[in-house]
């Protein structure tokens, strides 16, 4: 299924992929975040396992969130996840400098498949509870963060810190995109001096912004 | 929220008038009905004031009791009370219909607390329901009683919610053993366990208390064990099953009530020994009772009265033992006599005007303590809805209601019957009967309704006539099957001639709700009005339905009001208390100082108005009338809910609008014959629970209930080898109060040692699901080294008592023959057989020789070659008449499809010649060769790897299988990529991706979901869909098919598409292996591996009664689903040509060795040079139209992604 044109969904149904190696607590993110804690025994197998809805500065938004743990070996799999996101979750451990790297492939392999830079994305630097064992420097996410022109979290699924907050960035990614992909023409083609229009748009939205684009615990 | 303003704004209760002194409040119900009302009380009718005057506050009492500390409530809900003061209202006539009288000392079941600080409460002496004022009442948890009031909640959410048709856990004795553990811990913890027990013998009172309380257990024992007995035939006789279920809830209320007495006598015992001297600082009232203050558990009064109720009048639903039933009598009285009603109606209408005055109503409630009380509006059961009592019985809209219950409580009675094996032809006739008249009862108010109004009659006609041509193919299908019995000669219906009555009952049901609806919206629209009489629009001749001598006629007015009281009293039991709830101010607990109260309830009646939310998730079939009445200004309108305010948490709203949806079913039919339907709705399950014991269901049991006395005489006359038998059973050691259950009965929860125990149960077989997910998943939360220990003392301390530890002893021994047999992992288990060994040897081969030489066999031969069994599966969801069921074996496999000259192309390829590509082959058999390669894989999977993530840790090393099969997903997949990419003609691509898509149909063909995934997964990358002009190549036809292979394998909504297709799927079919991991990995996530366990109530958070146990829970859940893995666990019929697996190996290595490193970019760059990335012309590739926008033509980068420089387009980092 082609993914879903943002002009098509009224009830603003927006699709996060959760992306990063095994081992990073990604999913724990995921279950953080749409498990509800009074729920006492927590079923993914029903179908709205990961649906939720959210609120994003005053707009309601359901979220889909496609976290394929678990299957991360199947690697020819995540063209196709990748495809039916609009936004995605790229979660690391600061345990672990390899989930890092492989996040740059991750990253490649989404701006591949959509086939443009301005996929919205945040970055989560997770486990930030466990600063024992942190081999991943806050500068180095950072520095990442600057590279991708992504922001940079630190999060910990366990003490459910930065936990809603990264979901909520990226909503709001996601949001800001639709918006400014609705404004222009679609059928236009996008020549140099438009996406140049449109870069000079984000930046300045991006300063506008009110929430840090870096968080720190 | 479920309440709406407007509700709010219908709640027109007239306001308390309590201005009066109380002396004269406190007189007789007449008297009061002769005073002159003041202000907009004037509108109260006497009856009303019944239920809306709070209970007369005693007053008789002038001692100080000023001194009472007010008990400290934390902000807590207390599932149990203890009355500190008596509550006698002495409006007794007229005020019991409503509230529960309390003894100081009575100890009440609280169901959940109305703002206001009433409390919806079950008396455990009387097993009697109502309201009580909450600060007549402190927390009552004493330490020593946590176990057994746990073990009594779980025990009244268990009997109250269970069909006993369909569970079997009443076949083991299992929920028993909560309440013998609780018994078993207050005596522990109290030190009086033996009889030898030195506080035992030193003091004679607590000597008897402790026989009582184990005479009281050993009564509760037999009577579940009779109804142990009573289950096999249960379908036979479920309304003694049922008489038994409540009579367990009643002994199991006298278990507790003995054992606070007993803790009361210990506790006075303790006082006189300990010291003299302290007397003097204790609080009086706490001194006061030298005589232990719980009631005499006898206290048979109560109960006394319920033998009087009419025989025809199904007046089970009542709220509070013989009170309810007074009040029905009242109901009843009220309506019998026709201008009565009309008259309160009418009076009730004009209690509509007044509006505003909101105040604050909780000023009431100035005592602290009830105010904390209040604060918290957690809640067990909610049950508050409209009182029928106070509503007008003649309008149009109510009669619709009411007459609607009734024709659904008698269809829904004849549904229940319908289920039942068999039934006499009698019986059925009458149950049609009951229907039919009901049913023309209902058409007749709708034709009222059609001749007054002008709106939507066409539509209603329409719905009336359809609802009469159901009613009418009921009726004929139910006459033609007692005209079949009859010529049989047959006084017996067999349930085959079911189906059709059955069908035709339903569908009345369903004409009859959309007829109802219709008319509900018919009156909205014209308006309510009276309708004094009705007759019966049925134009059937019933007759032919009396095999007996009854005489079908017309209901009189008599009848009507009968049945009007029926559904009255069965549509909400509990509602009738709510009405108290709403505005009704506590009494005042005597002698508490007057400045106490700053706003005194009696001095301040106009600021209490109704504020209480309302919620609609209760409303039920009785109370939808209302609702549409609502848009009428003129009707009185008392809905009037008593539930908790927006605090509440969701899921017990959600388990209300369950309930309520449910009643309309089976909640009018509460009262009236169907225990069967019923048992699953909550409000008739209270009408059940609290009337059913003590108020004879005189319709379908003709036959007195016992009541209380005669179940204490019962308990007292008990013998006392029977209490000994209960002394021995009490005094087994056991951890049945460290396990937890959920409503199903399920375990989940528990100490090792406790889930040994449910493990190795001697009273049944264990539960399978259980013992296989034991077995699979118990070194998640045990060493196989403590499992040993847990397992070998268990067989030590059933040795304890006598009678059972021989079956204990052989069922320790199933449990180590079963992990040795078939669920043995040598790896991790290896351990253990050092304690396993040495037990057989001694201990158990001193006691069961047989049983240990044969252990130690086992264990040689375990030792000897690892696991003893291929173990595939466990026994989940799994069985071998599957296999032959859906495969039958002698089903020729179907014919290879092979030609010559292909089987020579692989015979050369395998001689080292040139290979064959995939298009030399037919797609179809190309699937088939697949699936069976995979299908080997999959059906190699044990289900250890697939726990706690396994496949995840360590590179999978643990996980081979699992590994295995991803690698062969994952190959397939590049598979598809390598044999498109590696064609530079564009013909050549196009057939390729023809054929792949040929395959993948054979694979949906094949139900080989994997594979399906797979194939799509590459055929939808981006790699290929960019690939424009091969796919221009394509039939449309094909890329359509394609287009709905792609829609299964979509992992919208958690992967709806493919769940669906799985779920329920018969085998062969190779489930994607993906969707079983990740659920896994959420359950493994998503799930505490331990829970807390409180002893006491459940109020209690973390405190130092908690206990951690095993969150078993999660364990059931990944065997569940490992379970429906194993499922499929079967391999294919389909014939295997090893030419062919073999070159498909050899396709699969050769694509794995070129495809080192970064695959997928590979091909990317593969595919960029077939197909030049095009200058911006417009894409048509189907997955992308908005995301075609990045990259600008001219770029040099050949991939399509640049690395901007993006310093200084980010916000400066904080620190």
């Known amino acids: 299924m082609p993914p879903r044109s943002p002009f098509s969904s009224p009830s603003r149904e927006l699709h996060v992929v959760v992306l990063g190696a095994g081992g990073v607590g990604k999913s724990c993110l995921t279950a953080q975040f749409v498990h509800n804690e009074w729920i006492e025994s927590y079923d993914p197998t029903i179908e709205d396992s990961y649906r939720t809805q959210v609120q994003v500065d005053g707009r309601q938004v359901i979220l889909e969130i496609l976290d394929t743990a678990g299957t991360e070996q199947f690697v020819a799999m995540r063209d196709l996840y990748m495809k039916t996101g609009q936004g995605f979750l790229l979660v690391f451990s600061i345990t672990s400098p390899s989930s890092l790297s492989e996040l740059e492939n991750l990253r490649e392999e989404i701006i591949r498949i959509k086939d443009e830079e301005n996929v919205p994305m945040v970055i989560v630097g997770n486990k930030a509870d466990l600063e024992d064992g942190r081999v991943i420097a806050r500068a180095k996410g950072f520095a990442v963060s600057q590279k991708w022109g992504a922001p940079y979290y630190e999060a910990s699924a366990r003490t459910r810190t930065n936990v809603d907050e990264v979901f909520i960035d990226l909503c709001r990614q996601m949001l800001r995109k639709e918006d400014e992909t609705a404004e222009p023409d679609e059928a236009s083609k996008i020549d140099a001096l438009k996406s140049a229009n449109n870069k000079r748009r984000r930046r300045s939205k991006f300063r506008d912004s009110t929430h840090p684009r870096c968080v720190i615990l | ?1215």
């Open chain 2, 1 to 1215: 929220m479920l309440s709406d303003n407007r509700i709010r704004a219908s709640l027109q209760v007239a306001p308390l008038d309590l201005t009066k002194p109380r002396p004269e409040e406190a007189g007789d119900g007449s008297s009061s009905n002769n005073q002159t009302p003041k202000g907009e009380s004037s509108l109260e009718t006497s009856h009303l004031r019944s239920q809306m005057t709070p209970p007369v506050t005693p007053n008789g009492s002038q001692e100080d009791l000023s001194s009472v500390p007010a008990p400290h409530m934390p902000p807590v809900f207390h599932n149990f009370l203890r009355a500190f003061y008596p509550f006698h209202p002495s409006l007794a006539m007229a005020d019991s219909s409503v509230t529960l009288p309390l003894d100081e000392g009575d100890v009440v079941l609280v169901h959940s607390i109305h703002t206001n600080g009433w409390a919806d409460g079950t008396l455990l002496t009387s097993g009697a329901r109502g309201w009580l004022p909450t600060n007549y009442c402190e927390a009552y948890e004493p330490e020593e009683m946590r176990s057994l009031l746990k073990a009594l909640l779980n025990f009244w959410d268990l009997l109250r919610i269970t069909t006993i048709d369909e569970d079997h856990m009443f076949q083991s004795q299992e929920f028993m053993k909560g309440l013998i553990g609780g018994v078993r811990y207050l005596l522990e913890r109290t030190r009086c366990l033996t009889r030898e027990s030195m506080l035992i013998k030193r003091c004679d009172p607590l000597r008897r208390c402790r026989k009582s309380l184990l005479s009281e257990l050993s009564s509760l024992v037999k009577t579940a064990k009779q109804l142990q007995d009573l289950q096999t035939v249960a379908f036979e006789f479920p309304d003694e099953v049922n008489d038994v279920v409540d009579q367990m809830i009643l002994k199991a209320f006298k278990v507790v009530t003995k054992g606070v007495r007993f803790l009361d006598v210990l506790d006075d015992d303790k006082r006189a020994h300990s010291s003299s001297h302290i007397i003097n600082t204790m609080p009086p009232v706490i001194e006061e009772p030298c005589v232990p203050p719980t009631p005499p558990a006898d206290r048979g009064a109560f109960v006394e009265q319920t033998q009087a109720v009419p025989d025809d009048r199904v007046s089970a639903a009542a709220t509070a033992g013989d009170e309810a039933s007074l009040a029905s009598e009242e109901t009843n009285a009220v309506i019998a006599h026709p201008v009565q009603p009309n008259r309160w109606s009418k009076r009730l209408s004009s209690l509509n005007a007044p509006a505003g005055t909101h105040s604050n109503r909780h000023s009431q409630a100035s005592m602290t303590h009830v105010n904390r009380l209040s604060a918290n509006m957690a809640h067990r059961l909610s049950l508050a809805g409209p009182s029928p009592l106070s509503r007008p019985h003649h309008l149009v809209s109510e009669r619709l209601s009411k007459s609607h219950d009734k024709f659904l409580s008698h269809l829904g009675s004849f549904i229940g019957r319908l289920h039942l094996q068999s039934q006499s032809r009698n019986e059925l006739a009458i149950a049609i009967k009951q229907s039919a008249i009901s049913g023309g009862e209902l058409m007749a108010i709708v034709d009222a309704v059609s001749t007054q109004s002008s709106s939507m009659i066409k539509a209603l006609i329409s719905s009336r006539d359809a609802l009469l041509d159901r009613i009418q193919d009921l009726v004929c299908a139910a006459r033609d099957t007692l005209a079949n019995a009859e010529t049989e000669g047959a006084d017996i219906i067999m349930p085959q001639d079911n189906t059709i009555m059955l069908n035709s009952a339903t569908s009345c049901v369903r004409a009859a709700g959309e007829c109802v609806a219709l008319t509900k919206g018919v009156i909205e629209r014209s308006g309510d009005f009276e309708l004094e009489s009705v007759g019966n629009a049925l134009p059937l001749d019933l007759i032919v339905l009396d095999v007996t001598a009854t005489r079908s006629r017309t209901p009189s007015v008599a009848e009507r009001s009968e049945a009007a009281s029926v559904v009255t009293s069965a549509s909400s039991p509990a509602r009738r208390p709510s009405v108290v709830a709403l505005d009704k101010p506590l009494p005042r607990v005597p002698g508490s100082q007057p400045d106490e109260e700053s706003t005194p309830p009696a001095t301040t009646p106009k600021t209490s108005r109704p504020s209480s939310v309302v919620r609609e998730a209760v409303s039920s079939p009785a109370s939808s009338a209302t609702s549409v009445g609502r848009t009428l200004p003129p009707l009185p309108k008392l809905t009037t809910t008593s539930i908790p305010p927006e605090t509440t948490d969701n899921s017990s709203a959600r388990e209300q609008d369950l309930h309520s949806s449910f009643d309309s079913m089976a909640g009018s039919s509460a009262g009236s014959s169907t225990t069967y339907l019923s048992r699953d709705s909550e409000v008739s399950i209270v009408s059940q629970s609290s009337t059913r014991a003590t108020t004879p269901d005189q319709t379908l049991v003709p036959r007195n209930q016992p009541s209380l006395s005669e179940l204490s005489a019962a308990g007292s006359s008990t013998h006392t080898e029977e209490v000994d038998d209960v002394e021995s059973k009490l005094l087994m050691k056991t951890f049945a109060h460290e396990l937890v259950f959920n409503k199903e009965g399920q375990v989940t929860g528990g100490s090792l040692a406790a889930l040994v125990e449910r493990l190795t149960t001697h009273e049944a077989t264990p539960d399978a699901t259980f013992v296989s997910t034991f077995y699979l998943t118990f070194r998640l939360f045990a060493t196989p080294i403590q499992l040993t220990e847990a397992l070998i003392d268990r067989y030590e301390y059933a040795e304890e008592s006598p009678q059972t530890s021989g079956p204990i002893r052989l069922r320790v021994y199933n449990a180590f023959k079963g992990w040795l047999e078939s669920h043995w992992r040598d790896q991790t288990d290896r351990d253990a057989l050092k304690l396993i060994i040495p037990f057989a040897e001694t201990r158990l081969n001193a006691t069961l020789p047989s049983a240990g030489s044969r252990l130690l066999e086992l264990t040689t031969r375990v030792s000897n070659e690892g696991a003893l069994v291929p173990r595939l599966v466990s026994s989940m969801g799994k069985t071998n008449t599957a296999i032959g069921q859906y495969v039958p074996a002698d089903l020729p496999l179907p014919s290879s499809i092979i030609s010559k000259g292909q089987q020579s192309a692989l015979q050369s390829f395998k001689a080292g010649g040139a290979s064959p590509t995939i298009l030399d082959f037919d797609p179809l058999e190309l699937a088939r060769q697949l699936t069976v390669k995979q299908m080997n894989i999959f059906c190699s999977i044990l289900p250890e790897e697939l726990l706690a993530s396994q496949w995840m840790k360590k590179g999978g090393a643990d996980a081979p299988n699992v590994k295995a099969m991803s690698a062969l997903s994952t190959d397939l997949s590049n598979m598809v990529a390598e044999t498109i990419l590696q064609h530079s003609e564009l013909k050549k691509r196009a057939a390729v991706i023809k054929q792949w898509i040929k395959i993948a149909l054979s694979f949906l063909e094949l139900h080989n979901y994997d594979g399906l995934m797979a194939i799509i997964c590459s055929l939808n990358s981006s790699t290929i869909t960019r690939l424009r002009k091969t796919w221009d190549a394509i039939s449309q036809k094909r890329k359509e098919a394609l287009r709905n292979l792609q829609e299964i394998v979509e992992p919208a909504q958690n992967n709806k598409v493919l769940r669906t297709k799985v779920h329920d799927h018969v085998p062969p079919c190779l489930p994607f292996l993906g969707m079983y991991l990740t659920d896994l990995t959420f359950v493994d996530i998503g799930n505490p591996s331990t829970k807390r366990v409180s002893l006491g109530s459940e109020s209690e958070v973390d405190g130092a009664g908690g206990l951690t146990v095993v969150n078993f829970d999660k364990h059931t859940k990944t065997a569940k689903i490992i379970g429906e893995l194993q499922r499929f666990q079967i391999p294919y019929r389909l014939t295997e040509l090893p030419d062919m697996q073999d070159w498909l190996s050899a396709q699969f290595q050769q694509i794995r060795e070129t495809s080192q490193g970064n695959v997928q970019v590979a091909y990317y760059r593969k595919s960029l040079l077939l197909e030049p990335r095009e200058s911006m012309t417009k894409r048509e590739t189907a997955e992308s139209p908005a995301t075609a926008t990045a990259s600008a033509a001219g770029r040099p980068d050949i991939f399509g992604w640049i690395t901007r420089d993006r310093v200084g387009q980010n916000s400066t980092p904080q620190a």
